[in-house]
């Protein structure tokens, strides 16, 4: 009976499809950046000597990575409470807390 009761009427759903993603992406930015500071490009194996040094055909531009970590942190921040007031009307409409 009431199976998809805050997906009809709340924006509930979106909200938290949106910070998963934007979990998704911090991580992302998060793991370019960390393998931007190593010269391997991973902290737990280490070169093989006399071998040269690997480097990335797609280099890291660490400070547009920092940019855009600040910006989903935001983005993170507001959906967040976004989603809390959400939550927090609908408590209020179930338990009959007229204003």
């Not at 960390?34 to 991973?42: F, M, P, Y």
């Not at 280490?46 to 600040?70: F, I, K, R, Y």
């Not at 910006?71 to 609908?90: F, G, V």
């Amino acid at each position: 009976m009431l199976f998809g009761f805050i997906d009809r009427t709340t924006s509930a759903s979106p909200l938290r499809a949106a910070l998963d993603a934007s979990a998704r992406r911090t991580r992302e930015i998060a793991d370019r950046v960390t393998k931007a500071g190593l010269q391997n490009g991973d902290g737990f194996s280490l070169e093989a000597q006399g071998a040269p040094a690997s480097t990335t055909a797609n280099p890291v531009n660490v400070e547009d990575d920092m940019v855009a970590l600040a910006d989903e942190q935001l983005r993170y921040l507001a959906t967040s409470r976004l989603l809390e007031k959400t939550y927090q009307s609908l408590r209020s409409a179930i338990k009959g807390g007229g204003v």
